[in-house]
């Protein structure tokens, strides 16, 4: 038996990178899920392919995080189609156009934006989950942060390369880390936990000198992969974790030590 069987997790974003990834490793652990995303011609091909690879196993649900209503319609149709839900992965990844600028050139209003979609988005979709959650009696909800919500940036590994760390990022994540403590808080009593995950850069076609200086902080591998984060996800989404609540679960190869 899978370590989620009948379990069944909604993954916001889980069209993208990591979600992908998350998706088939809840497969495999016997859970199913819906993947909850903004509908477009990339995340519907990923979500047929998770269907044709994991047939009714995984369901595609359309929502957007920053928008009450469509959560609602979100919970209302991941019930419809699997009778319950066990698991929120608040995962989704919004940011605007002009996200990814360097300090000096983020404009207050694109700074606002994106904050308020990604961290505002997490909260709004955990207070969500937790209304129904609390009539069902009992959830989890995982978040995802990073290690940029626990350190400061160390912005000479990306001398040379026109990648930066976002300044909106350090505040989103940080952010993302005390929603984690405050939900769990909140939710005492009501048989409802929440943790976070921390995971470092995930390898995705960076420049080698970017990619050779992120390493040399790192204790072996550097730069991780989506599969490497997974056994963290799976582990906080089981009943092993029934008492972990609160915490934060870095994932990065000893990069932040
Ligand atoms: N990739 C990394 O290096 C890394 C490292 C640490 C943490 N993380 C975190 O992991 C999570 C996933 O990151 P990723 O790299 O897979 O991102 P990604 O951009 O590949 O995927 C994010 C998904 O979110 C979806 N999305 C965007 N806006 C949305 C909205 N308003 N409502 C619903 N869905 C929406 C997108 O369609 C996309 O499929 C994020 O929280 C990210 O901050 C990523």
Not at 97 to 110: K, P, Q, S, T
Request: hydrophobic content about 45%; some cysteine; charged content about 20%.
């Amino acid at each position: 038996m899978g370590l989620l069987q009948g379990k069944v997790v909604v993954i916001t974003g889980g069209a993208g990178r990591l979600g992908r990834v998350f998706t088939e490793a809840v497969v495999a652990a016997d859970g199913r899920v819906v993947v909850a995303e903004v509908m477009n011609a990339r995340t519907t091909a990923a979500i047929e392919a998770l269907r044709a690879a994991h047939g009714d196993a995984v369901a595609g649900v359309e929502c957007d995080i920053t928008d009450a209503a469509s959560l609602d319609r979100l919970i209302k149709g991941a019930v419809d189609r699997f009778g319950r839900i066990d698991a929120l992965v608040n995962n989704a990844y919004p940011r605007n156009a002009a996200y990814g600028r360097r300090f000096e050139e983020v404009a207050y209003a694109d700074f606002v934006e994106n904050v308020g979609m990604h961290a505002g988005g997490y909260f709004l979709a955990a207070q969500r989950f937790i209304d129904h959650f609390r009539r069902q009696g009992h959830g989890n909800i995982v978040n995802m942060a990073s290690i940029y919500g626990v350190v400061a940036p160390r912005f000479e590994v990306y001398a040379g390369t026109d990648m930066t760390m976002p300044v909106e990022y350090a505040v989103i994540k940080s952010g993302v880390l005390m929603l984690t403590r405050y939900i769990a808080a909140h939710c005492a009593g009501m048989g409802i936990r929440c943790n976070a995950i921390s995971p470092g850069g995930i390898r995705d076609g960076q420049p080698e000198v970017f990619l050779e200086r992120y390493r040399a902080h790192a204790l072996t591998k550097g730069m991780l992969d989506a599969h490497d984060v997974t056994g963290t996800l799976l582990f906080l989404l089981s009943d092993l974790s029934a008492y972990i609540n609160g915490q934060n679960i870095v994932v990065d190869d000893g990069w932040t030590l």
